[in-house]
C-alpha cells in the first residue's frame, strides 16, 4: 500500500473544485432566470399570479433539498428521461434557489419606501414606469446583500449533489477519506476549501455592499 | 405510478411514524440548544473579553461558510481520529447544534445591536448588574426584533435534520430510502416523505409564531414597548 502525503489529499481535492464552481453558477444562473420570471409574473399580475408564486415559493422552502434531489432524480427516470447525477442536480438546485431568490428579491422591491411609489405616481408617470425607473432600481441596490447571502447558500447546497454521485468537493473529499484512512484530513480539508471559497464571496458582498450604501 | 404503488409505501406506515418522531426530537433538542447557545454567545461576542469575542467571531465565520453536509461528515468520520468517537445520534445532535450556534449567535447579535445604547445605561443605573441588565432588559425586546429571522432560521434547521440521513440516523429521510429500496417504488416513497416534511415545517413555523406571541411578544414584552 502507497503512502498519501497532505499534499496528494490537498491537491486531489482541489481537482474537485472546478465542479462545484460549475454547479454553484448553473444552479445560480438557472435560479436567477426562473425567478426573474416568476418576480415579473408576482409584479405585473398580482391578482393572479400572486398566489401560486407564493405557493410555490412555500414548497420549496418548505421541504429539504434532499428530498427534492431524490426526487428530480427518480421523477426524472420514471418520465423516461435518462438522468445523470449533473442534470438532477442542475435542476435541483436551480428550482431551489429560485424558490429562495424570488422570495428575498419581492422583498426587496416591496422593502422600497411608499412615498417613492406616491412620488412618482404625482409625476404623472405610468405604472410600468414607475416599477423600471423608479422602484427596481432602489430594490437593486437593496438586494445586494442578501444576494451574496445567497450565493453563499447556494455554494454550500452543491455539497448535497454528492448524494445522487456527483463528484464534486465533498463526494471527492469522501473519496479520498475511503482511499487514504485519513477522514481527519480529507474531510477537515475539504471544510477548509469551502471555507475559502464562500468566506471569499462574504467579503466581496460586504465590499460591494459599502460601496453602494445609499 | 399508481395509487396501488402509493399504497405499497404507507404500508410502511410504523417506519415512517419512527422516523417522523427522530425529526421531531432531533430538531426540537438542537433548537433548544441552538437557541440557548446562540444567546450566550451573543452576548460574549459584544461583552466578552476580547480573545474570546475573536474566538466566536471565527466560530461563527466558519459554521456559516461551510456546507453542512461537510460538518456532519467530519464530526461523524474525521473526530473519530482524535479519539472522539460518538454514536450517529449524538454526532448528528452535535453537528445540528454547533450550526444552529453560529447562525443564531449572529442572528441575535444584530438584535441586540439594534437596541439603543440606552437601555444599557438605564438598566446599569437602575443597579442591574450586567448579566440581569442583559438577559431582563436587553435580550426580551432583541428576540421580539429577530424573532422572524429566527424562525425562518430553525424551519432550515428542521428540513437540514434531513441530512442525517447520511450517517444513518433513522430519522424520516433514512426511513424513506429504506421504504425506497424495500418496496422499489423509490419516486412514491420519496414524494410521501416530502409531503410528510412540508406539512412538519408548516406546522412548526405556526407553532414558532405561537411561542413568539406567546413568549416572546407577550404582555410582558408589548408592556416594555408602550
Known amino acids: 500500500m502507497s503512502e498519501f502525503s497532505t499534499w496528494d489529499v490537498f491537491r486531489n481535492l482541489l481537482a474537485a473544485v472546478p465542479w462545484t464552481i460549475y454547479l ?19 409584479l405585473a399580475f398580482p391578482r393572479v399570479a400572486g398566489r401560486p408564486v407564493h405557493l410555490y415559493v412555500q414548497v420549496f422552502q418548505g421541504t429539504p433539498l434532499l428530498m427534492q434531489l431524490f426526487l428530480v432524480y427518480f421523477g426524472l427516470a420514471l418520465m423516461g428521461i435518462q438522468t445523470t447525477p449533473l442534470l438532477a442536480a442542475s435542476l435541483c438546485l436551480s428550482v431551489y434557489s429560485s424558490a429562495y431568490l424570488t422570495e428575498t428579491w419581492y422583498g426587496c422591491v416591496l422593502a422600497v419606501p411608499k412615498g417613492q411609489w406616491e412620488a412618482s405616481s404625482s409625476l404623472g408617470l405610468p405604472h410600468w414606469q414607475q416599477m423600471l425607473l423608479i422602484i427596481l432600481p432602489q430594490a437593486l441596490r437593496l438586494s445586494v446583500p442578501p444576494t451574496v447571502g445567497l450565493m453563499v447558500q447556494i455554494v454550500k447546497n452543491t455539497s448535497l449533489a454528492s448524494i445522487v454521485g ?3 468537493l465533498t463526494r471527492a473529499s469522501q473519496i479520498i477519506a475511503n482511499a487514504t484512512f485519513e477522514p481527519f484530513l480529507a474531510y477537515g480539508a475539504v471544510a477548509f476549501i469551502y471555507f475559502v471559497i464562500c468566506f471569499s464571496i462574504s467579503l466581496c458582498g460586504r465590499h460591494l455592499e459599502k460601496r453602494i450604501r445609499i | 405510478m399508481s395509487l396501488s404503488s402509493f399504497i405499497d409505501v404507507l404500508h410502511s406506515w410504523p417506519s415512517l411514524l419512527n422516523g417522523l418522531g427522530m425529526t421531531v426530537l432531533l430538531t426540537l433538542i438542537s433548537c433548544l440548544l441552538g437557541v440557548i447557545l446562540g444567546t450566550l454567545c451573543a452576548w460574549a461576542s459584544l461583552k466578552g473579553p476580547k480573545p474570546l469575542r475573536w474566538f466566536i467571531r471565527a466560530y461563527v465565520e466558519f459554521f456559516r461558510n461551510t456546507p453542512f453536509l461537510g460538518q456532519i461528515f467530519f464530526i461523524f468520520f474525521g473526530l473519530p481520529a482524535l479519539g472522539l468517537r460518538m454514536d450517529p445520534f449524538t454526532a448528528a445532535l452535535v453537528a445540528l447544534t454547533i450550526n444552529l450556534t453560529a447562525y443564531a449567535c449572529e442572528i441575535i447579535r444584530a438584535g441586540i445591536e439594534a437596541t439603543p445604547a440606552g437601555q444599557f445605561e438605564a438598566a446599569s443605573s437602575l443597579g442591574l448588574k450586567p448579566a440581569q441588565a442583559f438577559f431582563l432588559i436587553i435580550i426580551p425586546p432583541a428576540f421580539q426584533r429577530v424573532w422572524p429571522a429566527m424562525t425562518s432560521q430553525l424551519v432550515i434547521m428542521l428540513l437540514a435534520s434531513a441530512l442525517c440521513s447520511q450517517i444513518s440516523v433513522a430519522e424520516l429521510s433514512y426511513e424513506a430510502n429504506m421504504i425506497a429500496s424495500r418496496t422499489f417504488r423509490n419516486f412514491e416513497a420519496y414524494i410521501v416523505v416530502t409531503i410528510m416534511y412540508l406539512a412538519l415545517a408548516v406546522l412548526f413555523r405556526e407553532l414558532l409564531t405561537w411561542v413568539g406571541r406567546r413568549f416572546v411578544f407577550g404582555e410582558f414584552a408589548t408592556a416594555g414597548q408602550r
Do not use: D, N, P
Open chain 1, 166 to 168: 456527483f463528484v464534486e
Open chain 1, 24 to 42: 454553484s453558477l448553473i444552479a445560480f444562473a438557472g435560479g436567477a432566470v426562473v425567478s426573474l420570471i416568476l418576480l415579473s409574473l408576482r
